[in-house]
């Protein structure tokens, strides 16, 4: 039986095969989609963090059988086009956020995450939100990144 | 004109590729550089930079050096651009920086390029002269053949932004108009001026990191996210413990996994490498190599190993040693005396007070984000290898020497990293990719699982150290130093080396077969931890603010030698000057509420200088680190964001180095392997904000890697001792107190 699902808009199925095979190495391997990261394989670093249906899951531990008629967006999908940034995206260069740059992109899908559901976040809502490590402790960065992504995405949508 | 006579090393190589001007510049050493290249090398190399010019005044840069999040893909590039006043808006990098070679006619090997290691905080030390050197010939060039063109002399032309101007004339040219005109143009580098600090337009900007949108938007950008056609993908299930064989394991089983394709024994290694002498450098192992990661990890894990350990290796206790390492600094067990100033046992005996305290840190792991990875393809006569490597000659060394091809022959191509902090810099995860595609006749790309990453670690040496110390008149009179570590040595000559008039240090003899090598600022945590918390410790036996106490020591502003690695001279005035930076953003002396605490501490390494000052809060049991404020002296700023950045990250690193980071070895093997079992401080343990000032002055510019991890412990524990009352002498600080780790 396939595995039907969306990844980054776009209808896919997967072979029943590889069913077992955690979402991670999925993405990175086989659809070859390298911006989410390998970290510890166990959900503890968050450097595969991606979304399922809008929410931040760490990849290394969803087994491709769990996706049936799921929608995954992973750091490649989080722009509108090739054009344009996510809001996010567009915070964290202004900030000039990484340093080694490995963990960001499960940074900035986290981020994207909380701002969904916690649109003018706290210094707690961050602490308690953004629990992806960064080895380089960048957090002072993606704390200020996360900040300003809220009032970019406020800004606009205050236009609305 | 005709080119004017010039030695070998002053003649410069150009070509046109592609319709732009490949810059190939030969530039004479410095001394500086000469310093670091074997004097066989310096009268031979080819020492070139190479950067495309196009036509339509586009470039395309190579960034030479490597990169590991501190930002030198970014610096590197700054300085030669300033000098060849490039428009740096208009500058597309390539991806990889490719290692080029050169042997001399005794067969030493060095970079035809710039020098493209990173360590040490040395970076731009290293590049500061050659990479604006080579800007500088590259502008001459084009306004030589400017002023030819023109008819005009030199002295009249401007550069700007990719513009040369002759303003009398009102004519311009772009770089790219002349390229190709200036790229036959023979030059006499001893007429190459380099900029002075008022004319930099680039240096000292706060420029943002050139790879930012890449990072962004997820493009592949490390070792482990690269491909390689044909290449079997390899995990290894190495031996857990120092020393172990091994003695069986399920072959069949491993080869009945889908994709499975190969599995092969890898041997144990013992090499003597330049932190712990001979000791185990490789562990055996088992690879099972597939045809997807995915079914490498789950032969890996049917493999059900049995190991056997006889070895001189066998049973390295952690524990067990840190505890032999108290009673060797304590009980005056057998050391080798390695600094000894003046007399501290008249110091002793003339003394106020006398303050005798013993200081203990763990093993560090460097948790590496990105798993050490290496592709390896290891043909007949020449080779490729991809991976991310702090100093990249080592690779091709390690190739020439385990396969006998030339190391002129080895491609290799290097990755960003993610993660250096000294750990890749050793040699080991690409000698065994090298060995794997030897013996299969084929490329492999080897990943390695957390577990890997952290049990075959080159741990920060566990250490203890005992510090005797008098004061005579609220000054530090005598400082008695004894020092016991699993490997390396001691930083005994920072401060308070110089400033303390009778200053004896002793490293007591230990030998470890935990694997130790160099963690971020060698050693340097250890010294500083101890260093700075025995002089807290003193300050307020002195009934003295620690502040006070730290200015009164470090002045009046007097030079020392500095007799280790990284610097040749120690300046007490530019310390004092951290201090009070750091004291003042903080402001020092405002009172904090209950329970609240500043703590201060600084360190001189690598020729710079930092100090920092953190606020915290203890209540109940649980530790809450507020703020933090933060003084650099790194002479010249070339790039005040990255600089800021790495003080805030390096500060937070050292922080939560000092809080969490402890390695525990039982009978050879790493207890805690997995960030579940090994916590890494997260957002909600950093501080806040980490304010930084950058003490501007006219010192050439130093590095800022390490310097700024070096004194978070003792900032720490002086915060705590000023929150609380209670000081605390050993690490990780956090078996101290409540913690609320978040296993998902």
């Given at each position: 039986m396939t595995i039907k699902l969306r990844l980054n808009g776009k209808k896919i199925s997967i072979d029943?095969?590889?069913?077992?095979?955690p979402l991670l190495w999925y993405i990175r391997?086989?659809?070859?989609?390298?911006?989410t990261k390998f970290g510890c394989?166990?959900?503890?670093?968050?450097?595969c963090t991606l979304h399922i249906d809008e929410k931040a899951v760490?990849?290394?531990?969803?087994?491709?059988?769990?996706?049936?008629?799921k929608a995954i967006t992973t750091i490649e999908g989080l722009?509108?086009?090739?054009n344009s940034l996510h809001p996010v995206q567009e915070a964290w260069m202004e900030i000039d956020v990484?340093?080694?740059?490995?963990?960001q992109a499960g940074q900035i899908m986290s981020a994207v995450a909380l701002l969904n559901t916690?649109?003018?976040?706290t210094d707690d809502d961050i602490d308690r939100g953004m629990t992806n490590i960064c080895r380089c402790a960048s957090y002072v960065r993606i704390r200020q990144a996360t900040k300003k992504a809220a009032d970019i995405l406020n800004a606009s949508s205050e236009k609305i | 004109m005709s080119s004017r006579a010039l030695g070998r090393r002053e003649f410069f190589k150009s070509s046109v590729v592609s319709g732009g001007w490949l810059l190939a510049i030969q530039l004479p050493l410095s001394t500086k550089t000469a310093s670091r290249v074997p004097d066989d090398i310096k009268e031979s190399s080819d020492w070139s930079i190479y950067l495309s010019i196009r036509p339509d005044n586009s470039v395309i840069m190579e960034s030479p050096i490597t990169e590991m999040g501190q930002f030198m893909r970014t610096t590197g590039p700054m300085m030669l651009a300033d000098e060849l006043d490039l428009d740096w808006e208009a500058i597309k990098f390539t991806q990889d920086a490719k290692l080029h070679l050169s042997r001399n006619k005794e067969g030493g090997l060095s970079y035809?390029?710039?020098?493209m290691d990173t360590g040490g905080s040395h970076s731009v030390r290293w590049t500061w002269e050659y990479l604006r050197k080579a800007g500088a010939i590259a502008r001459q060039m084009l306004i030589e053949t400017a002023a030819d063109v023109w008819g005009v002399?030199?002295?009249e032309l401007k550069t700007k932004k990719s513009v040369i101007y002759h303003s009398t004339s009102q004519r311009s040219a772009l770089y790219g108009d002349l390229a190709l005109h200036a790229s036959q143009r023979r030059i006499d580098t001893n007429t190459t001026r380099l900029k002075t600090?008022?004319?930099?337009?680039?240096?000292g900007n706060a420029t943002h990191n050139i790879d930012l949108k890449r990072i962004v938007t997820g493009e592949p950008r490390f070792g482990i996210d690269m491909a390689y056609p044909n290449c079997l993908q390899a995990v290894i299930y190495r031996?857990?413990?120092?020393g172990a064989e091994i003695v069986s394991y399920n072959k069949t089983a491993a080869l009945a996994i889908p994709g499975v394709k190969k599995i092969i024994e890898m041997e144990r290694m013992d090499d003597s490498y330049w932190?712990?002498?001979?000791?185990?450098?490789i562990a055996a192992g088992i690879a099972v190599l597939a045809d997807s990661l995915w079914a490498a990890i789950q032969g890996r894990n049917t493999l059900n190993p049995q190991w056997k350990n006889t070895s001189k290796?066998?049973?390295?206790?952690s524990e067990e040693q840190i505890k032999t390492f108290h009673t060797l600094v304590t009980e005056d067990g057998p050391a080798k005396e390695t600094q000894n100033f003046g007399d501290t046992k008249t110091a002793f005996n003339d003394a106020d007070i006398i303050l005798q305290q013993v200081y203990e840190k763990p093993l560090l792991a460097?948790?590496?984000?990105?798993p050490l990875n290496c592709i390896a393809d290891i043909r007949d006569t020449d080779a490729t290898i991809i991976t991310g490597h702090q100093f990249p000659i080592r690779i091709a060394e390690e190739v020439e020497r385990f396969?006998?091809?030339?190391?002129?022959n080895v491609e290799v191509i290097c990755k960003p990293m993610g993660?250096?902090?000294?750990?890749?810099?050793?040699?080991d995860w690409v000698r065994e990719a090298v060995l794997l595609s030897k013996k299969i006749k084929a490329p492999v790309k080897v990943t390695w699982l957390r577990e890997d990453e952290m049990e075959r670690d080159l741990h920060d040496p566990a250490s203890v150290s005992q510090i005797k110390a008098s004061l005579k008149n609220g000054n530090i009179t005598g400082w008695h130093h004894r020092q016991a570590q699993t490997g390396g040595g001691a930083q005994?000559?920072?401060?308070?080396q110089g400033v303390v008039p009778n200053f004896k240090v002793e490293l007591c003899t230990f030998k470890s077969h935990i694997p130790s090598g160099a963690w971020r600022g060698p050693q340097h945590p250890a010294w500083a931890f101890a260093a700075e918390s025995m002089i807290d410790e003193l300050a307020h036996a002195a009934g003295i603010d620690p502040y006070q106490f730290r200015m009164d020591l470090m002045l009046p502003a007097r030079t020392f030698p500095h007799t280790?690695?990284?610097?040749?001279i120690k300046d007490s005035g530019r310390m004092a000057e951290c201090y009070k930076q750091a004291a003042n953003l903080a402001n020092w002396s405002k009172a904090r509420p209950k329970h609240t605490g500043l703590g201060i501490a600084g360190h001189f390494c690598h020729g710079s200088y930092a100090a920092f000052v953190v606020e915290v809060a203890v209540e109940n049991g649980t530790l809450k680190i507020n703020e933090a404020w933060g003084a650099i002296d790194?002479?010249?700023?070339?790039n005040p964001n990255h600089i800021r950045a790495q003080m805030e990250g390096g500060f937070i690193d050292g922080l939560n180095a000092a809080l969490f980071n402890k390695i525990n070895v039982v009978a050879g093997a790493v207890?805690?392997?997995?960030f579940n079992t090994f916590y890494l401080g997260r957002m909600k343990d950093a501080p806040l904000d980490v304010h930084t000032t950058i003490i501007q002055n006219n010192h050439p510019p130093t590095g800022v890697?390490?310097?700024?991890?070096?004194p978070a412990a003792a900032s720490l524990v002086n915060a705590i001792y000023a929150a609380s009352g209670r000081r605390i002498?050993?690490?990780?600080?956090?078996?101290s107190f409540n913690h609320e780790e978040e296993y998902v």
């Open positions: 029943s095969r590889y069913e077992n095979i391997e086989e659809a070859g989609l390298k911006g394989g166990i959900g503890q670093c968050g450097a760490r990849s290394c531990s969803v087994p491709v059988s769990s996706l049936n008629g722009a509108r086009d090739n990484p340093q080694c740059g490995y963990c916690t649109p003018s976040p | 035809s390029h710039a020098n002399p030199v002295s600090k008022s004319e930099f337009k680039i240096i031996a857990p413990a120092v932190f712990s002498g001979n000791t185990q450098y290796y066998a049973n390295q206790n460097h948790a590496l984000l990105e396969t006998g091809i030339d190391a002129l993660g250096g902090f000294g750990r890749r810099a050793e040699r005994d000559s920072c401060f308070p280790n690695w990284g610097a040749t790194c002479g010249l700023a070339i207890q805690n392997n997995q890697g390490e310097p700024p991890t070096a002498r050993t690490l990780p600080v956090i078996e």
